[in-house]
């Protein structure tokens, strides 16, 4: 049973830092790409950053380019998010997801991924 399961999520005030994790286990197939995504309140889900799992190759979507940094431990099989500079707009519920294959997290397509954890809320006060 695949499983991603993400923590680290709380409350920072803005300019503050967080570092998410996101555990992966279950896959017995192999897939092309990890990402991020975060949902605000009223507004659709968004791409933040993609890892392909091949060669480890890092994505940004702008929104979050220069702030964010994406990483992976493939022996402890987590993938994290750390999150500086963080601002009030970049309070939302992020989700790691996987994309068995394909360009949906490059794109930002979140109905392109194919299995998704159940978030962790950031919240970022000013």
């Known amino acids: 049973q695949v499983q991603l399961v993400e923590s680290g999520g709380g409350l920072v005030q803005a300019g503050g830092s967080l570092t998410l994790s996101c555990v992966v286990s279950?896959?017995?197939?192999?897939?092309?790409?990890i990402g991020w995504f975060r949902q605000a309140p009223g507004k659709e889900r968004e791409g933040v950053s993609c890892?392909?799992?091949?060669?480890?190759?890092?994505y940004y979507h702008d929104s979050v380019k220069d702030r964010f940094t994406a990483s992976r431990d493939n022996a402890k099989n987590t993938i994290y998010l750390q999150m500086n500079n963080l601002k009030p707009e970049d309070t939302a519920v992020y989700y790691c997801?996987?994309?068995?294959?394909?360009?949906?997290?490059?794109?930002?397509?979140?109905?392109?991924?194919?299995?998704w954890g159940k978030g962790t809320l950031v919240t970022v006060s000013s």
């Open positions: 890892i392909r799992r091949r060669d480890g190759d890092l």
């Open positions: 279950g896959f017995t197939s192999d897939y092309s790409t």
């Open positions: 997801a996987v994309e068995v294959r394909g360009s949906s997290c490059y794109m930002g397509y979140s109905s392109g991924m194919d299995f």
